[in-house]
């Protein structure tokens, strides 16, 4: 079984700064490629970043490209989002996602955190 466990979120001002971790355990982390998604109230998921299994190759959403920064550390078993230049719209349900497959479909991850809160206010 694998669980993924989402830290960081918040609430912080436009133009702000944070940075989101996941923490995975129950298997071998470098076996998983890693995704980010995000869910604001009355939207569909949104894929936001992911992360290969070596972390050679990285991809970004449209909306969040040149902002936020995937990592992983494959020691630490850890994945992070650092997300900068924050806007009100960035607000929603931040989710960690891993899967065999590195793309930016949450149809290619079969493991879900439970999600962490980010709230930008204006």
């Known amino acids: 079984q694998v669980q993924l466990v989402e830290s960081g979120g918040g609430l912080v001002q436009a133009g702000g700064s944070l940075r989101l971790s996941c923490g995975v355990s129950g298997r071998i982390f470098s076996s998983y490629a890693m995704g980010w998604f995000r869910q604001a109230p009355g939207k569909e998921r949104e894929f936001v970043a992911a992360?290969?299994?070596?972390?050679?190759?990285?991809g970004y959403g449209e909306s969040v490209k040149g902002r936020f920064a995937i990592s992983r550390d494959n020691a630490e078993n850890t994945v992070s989002l650092q997300m900068n230049s924050l806007k009100p719209e960035d607000t929603a349900v931040y989710y960690c996602a891993a899967g065999a497959l590195y793309t930016d479909r949450s149809e290619g991850y079969p493991y879900w955190g439970q999600g962490a809160q980010v709230t930008v206010s204006s």
């Open positions: 992360i290969s299994r070596s972390g050679s190759s990285t």
